[in-house]
């Protein structure tokens, strides 16, 4: 497959309600060292120039986000906003379904990673090239994980093969429609990777980045903050 950005499009899911943030506003909304989580997450996308098609999910009902999206000017690419659904699943649906038919790659982004390096988007649009059907970056974990059933410890896995996924995700575009082609089995998925796996089509795991982490709650948006002010941010964002 080509490099050919118009063949790659690019899913950014900006439609959750960010409760666990608690600003009563849609958390891509909320701003961050001045520029919304949107902004900063588009900025990602942009910089890296994987894809010349853009769509991005937003709550219904809102102008806020579809304003922040008409505003970007970008002369290669071609951005929307379409009406998100009332679990993640359903508005990366959305998503897929506003992209032109005829592309080959989708890469599927949260806006609450909104400090995702470019080279990560580089790094899984260039494996999807390469010809995996669906694509994961991931970064080990630091913290031992336990299984537990209510508060009794069940298992412990072996750390060194857990990986904490982000996004981007990326898929041949045919692949991720078919993962989300019923939407009930679809619903409850918290990534979209977990629904390939689901047809036992194989995933790869791409490099992912510990600045790809998602903004969840209010100590995640400090450190957001404090990482945006810090001096050797800027060569990150390249
Ligand atoms: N998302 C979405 N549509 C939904 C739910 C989530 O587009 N119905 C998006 C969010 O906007 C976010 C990403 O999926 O960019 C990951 O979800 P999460 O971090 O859970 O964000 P929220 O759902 O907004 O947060 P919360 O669960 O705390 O309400
Ligand atoms: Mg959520």
Do not use: W
């Not at 080279?119 to 390469?130: D, E, G, L």
């Not at 791409?206 to 941010?233: C, N, R, S, W």
């Amino acid at each position: 497959m080509s490099e050919d950005p118009s063949r790659v499009g690019v899913i950014v899911v900006a439609a959750g309600a960010g409760e666990r943030l608690g600003r009563g506003i849609p958390k891509a909304l909320v701003q961050c060292a001045g520029r919304t989580l949107l902004e900063h997450a588009l900025h990602g996308v942009l910089t890296s120039a994987v894809a010349a098609h853009v769509t991005v999910v937003v709550p219904r009902g809102d102008s806020q986000l579809r304003s922040i999206v008409a505003a970007q000017t970008h002369p290669q690419v071609t951005m929307t906003a379409v009406d998100g659904g009332s679990n993640r699943p359903e508005s990366v649906r959305a998503g897929l379904n506003a992209l032109p038919p005829d592309i080959d790659i989708v890469l599927v982004h949260d806006a609450a990673r909104a400090l995702t390096p470019p080279h990560v988007f580089r790094a899984v649009a260039a494996c999807v090239r390469k010809g995996s059907a669906a694509v994961v970056p991931g970064i080990p974990v630091s913290d031992t994980i336990k299984v537990v059933e209510g508060d009794t410890v069940t298992s412990t896995p072996e750390r060194a093969l857990l990986r904490a996924v982000q996004t981007p995700q990326g898929f041949n575009a045919a692949t991720l429609r078919t993962a989300h082609a019923d939407p009930s089995a679809a619903a409850s998925a918290t990534d979209d990777a977990m629904l390939v796996e689901m047809l036992g089509i194989p995933v790869t795991l791409a490099q992912g980045d510990p600045l790809a982490f998602k903004v969840t709650t209010p100590l995640d948006l400090t450190l957001a903050e404090a990482i945006l002010q810090a001096p050797q941010y800027a060569k990150e964002q390249q």
